[in-house]
């Protein structure tokens, strides 16, 4: 287990809360939707050419998230009971389509990236950006969300703002905080990872991890 951290750091009450057995690799585990109670099973794991996320909640929403070696969301699968939606990036910007049966219709948007209810995408949205400590930039982004799996262009502002490191039994545990900001209403919100895994974000708490996230 993780050596104990000061009582109110959020890695802390990560760390107590994570159960961890190592498969080097391939990180698998458990988050907790708070608000809905909802739990996530994930995998993920790095490939030839990128990353892949794979996420299956409680009620039955899937995530299928593929990036390429600059993070860019090749791929993305997102389903619900009849409704799904699948895209990527194309060119200069987003490309999907948003269907139940063999009803779709196809959409665009000059943006960066998905966000979804899935803490995947905040990994990939992350390492996209390749922010040092204390820089920060802006970015629109595609959020899908809800039971209709409705997609809305939203801004948001980046800045990583610390990277701490703690000692683990498989070695040193970078862990990078971030602030998260909606640009139209102005309200910040702090993520934190390590990683390939989201350890702390709003919203999502990680239960169980059964491998040490690998290093991005």
């Known amino acids: ?50 990353w892949r996320y794979v996420g299956e909640r409680s009620d039955g929403l899937r995530t299928d998230l593929v990036v390429d070696a600059r993070w860019r969301q090749i791929r993305v699968e997102i389903r619900t009971g ?4 699948r895209g990527g990036f194309s060119g200069t910007g987003l490309a999907w389509v ?12 000059r943006a960066a990236g ?26 629109r982004l595609v959020h899908v969300g809800g039971p209709a799996l409705a997609a809305l262009t939203v801004g948001r502002s980046w800045r990583r703002a610390a990277t701490d490191e703690h000692a683990t039994d498989t070695g040193p545990l970078l862990v990078e905080r971030y602030e998260v900001t909606d640009r139209d209403t102005a ?30």
Not at 98 to 109: L, Q, S, V
Not at 189 to 206: R, S, T, W, Y
Request: charged fraction near 25%; aromatic fraction near 6%; glycine fraction near 10%.
């Open 98 to 109: 948003r269907g139940a049966d063999d009803d779709a219709a196809e959409h665009g948007e």
């Open 1 to 50: 287990m993780f050596p104990p951290l000061h009582p109110r750091s959020a890695t802390a009450r990560a760390q107590r809360r994570v159960r961890l057995r190592y498969r080097p690799g391939m990180p698998r585990g458990t988050y907790l939707h708070l608000d809905d109670d909802l739990e996530e099973r994930f995998q993920c794991a790095p490939g030839p050419g990128g």
């Open 187 to 216: 309200e910040t919100h702090v993520v934190h990872l390590a990683g390939d895994v989201v350890l702390d974000a709003p919203g999502i708490e990680l239960t169980s991890l059964e491998s040490p996230p690998n290093r991005a």
């Open 114 to 139: 998905f966000l979804g209810d899935s803490p995947g995408f905040l990994v990939a949205v992350a390492r996209a950006l390749r922010l040092a400590d204390g820089q920060h930039t802006g970015l």
């Open 82 to 85: 009849d409704l799904w939606l």
